[in-house]
């Protein structure tokens, strides 16, 4: 660890409402760069820089960063320690901010707050098309969902609605002990990359958003009890699905074919309002 960066990390009261934990790390934040591995020309923005730990080495190897931080203090420390005009700091929450106003084939970095970290997640989905690629540090639990397969106790809404728009691959483990303050969780870092086509592509994205939360919302009961204001013994019967399964047995092509059925007009009329809404 360099001595620098844990002494940055100690004069700096971390803010609990905020998320903070800082990484101080140098091992952990060299492995995290050569997995970035940056090119200068690359269009990259930083969530959550905190005190710069990965904020400096991109700068350095960037012609240009983009960072956004909504703790004002830290801004301003940043501000007087990286270097004038090759770092932009946006001063805002990530989950408002708009990804898709910095231009296409966007590369994004962060140690996401984990108070926040589903929420942004989604947030990022819905600008995949502006993104190249996704690097983040997340809570190690939060990873290994997005990255389970069907039949896994970790697959989840998570898992299904991340995997239907992302290529996901769990990069490193972090031990507590790498950050300041430690968390009382372990980390992992995950790389998510947009799917040039999808693979299975729905035909309404918000009906498939309902059906998969409507799923997973009684995960421990069959497809037959937790979706049965939704479908009927023989609407499985005509996609193929057993309604015996539970959600977590589904692949994404699964909840694909059911929210494809669930958004057909002759459907929609039949259908409970609450799933359309």
Not at 51 to 56: P, Y
Not at 174 to 194: G, K, M, Q, Y
Not at 207 to 230: D, Y
Not at 267 to 276: A, T, Y
């Amino acid at each position: 660890m360099r001595a620098s960066v844990a002494r940055s990390a100690m004069r700096h009261v971390p803010r609990k409402r905020f998320g903070q934990n800082f990484l101080v790390d140098e091992a952990t934040i060299a492995a995290i760069i050569a997995a970035i591995a940056p090119h200068p020309r690359d269009r990259l923005v930083e969530i959550g820089p905190g005190l710069g730990a990965l904020t400096r080495p991109l700068s350095g190897r960037l012609e240009h960063l983009h960072a956004i931080e909504l703790d004002r203090d830290i801004i301003a420390r940043l501000r007087a320690e990286l270097p004038a005009g090759r770092v932009t700091l946006h001063e805002g929450d990530a989950l408002r901010f708009d990804f898709g106003a910095l231009g296409p084939r966007l590369r994004v970095v962060g140690n996401l707050p984990y108070n926040i970290s589903t929420p942004l997640l989604f947030h990022l989905a819905q600008h995949a098309a502006a993104i190249l690629d996704i690097h983040v540090m997340l809570q190690k639990e939060v990873v290994e969902r997005m990255v389970a397969a069907p039949a896994d106790s970790e697959y989840s809404r998570l898992s299904v609605m991340l995997q239907y728009r992302f290529g996901m691959e769990k990069l490193l483990d972090v031990p507590a002990a790498a950050f300041r303050p430690e968390p009382r969780v372990e980390s992992a870092v995950v790389r998510l990359t947009p799917f040039a086509r999808l693979s299975h592509p729905a035909r309404d994205e918000t009906v498939f958003g309902k059906i998969v939360a409507a799923a997973f919302s009684q995960r421990r009961k069959t497809l037959r009890n937790s979706l049965q204001a939704h479908f009927g013994a023989a609407d499985f019967e005509k996609l193929g699905v057993d309604a015996r399964l539970r959600a977590q047995d589904l692949s994404v092509a699964d909840f694909v074919r059911l929210a494809d059925w669930a958004a057909r007009e002759d459907f929609v009329g039949r259908s409970p309002d609450k799933i359309l809404r």
